[in-house]
């Protein structure tokens, strides 16, 4: 069985029948558990709204680095966070591709993350692109020992991967990996440990070959998977069950189904 360690649900803009469908699809595809992500704690209420009638789709709790706009300050990440419903603090980090004019106010928040998670004890989810040695940077100031996390889509070089695994943290591969032109991402995928390996979509956007240029959804999971099991020479159902366990270790405050 697979896990979707990263989607947006609520991202998906569809009817409460239509998502209902989508994680049917997808559990029929083998996906078994979805942790849906947020990105805006202003909208984060809806997001949990949107999800509530599915069993098997957890929830994070944050604001993305692209979406400051809608930042907070510690408290109100740290009131919002500290709920049963919340399995880990994020998607927040830096992103100096799009948007390098607000690295001040993306620090401050990236920084406020880290500290919510060592507060609540939950783990991170990170999403970082072109601020490589800032990330591990602040990650190496402020994370707490205990406190863990997953590069999420990672697209960085394998020093990057080498620094933040050596901090504790999983790396996520989505379905970029399935792109011609992501020979870089491939040699990395090779070389990353299968006990700190995760699979996500990261949909809707992203959809893996062969559905390139689709509105990406959970059932996807599976093609990313099997692409990184032939990566890897390793057989499909291996890097099913070891990507799964991976997830529950992480995300440890969700109750495995299986």
Known sequence: M??????????????????????????????EHFLCVSVSVSEFPQMLE???????????????????EDACDYQTLFDAANSEKVVAIGETGLDYYYSADTREVQTTSFIDHIKVANALNKPLIIHTRDAREDTIDLLRQHLAPTTRGVLH???????????????????????????????????????????????ETDSPWLAPVPYRGKQNQ??????????????????????????????????NLIPRQS
């Open 153 to 199: 889509c990672f697209t960085e070089n394998w020093e990057m991967a080498k620094a933040a695994m050596e901090l504790g943290f999983y790396i996520s591969i989505s379905g970029i990996v399935t792109f011609a032109s992501a020979k870089e991402l491939q040699d990395v995928v090779k070389q990353i440990p299968l006990d700190r390996l995760l699979i």
């Open 218 to 251: 959970p059932a996807y999971v599976k093609e990313v998977g099997e692409f990184i099991a032939k990566l890897k020479g390793i057989s499909v159902e291996e890097l099913a069950k070891t990507t799964t366990d991976n997830f529950y270790k992480l995300f």
């Open 50 to 68: 949107t999800i509530r009638p599915f069993e098997n789709v957890s929830a994070s709790c944050g604001v993305h680095p692209l979406h400051q």
């Open 2 to 31: 697979f896990v979707d360690s990263h989607c947006h649900l609520d991202r998906l803009k569809k009817t409460p029948d239509e998502l209902a469908q989508t994680v049917a699809f997808a559990m029929d595809k083998g996906v």
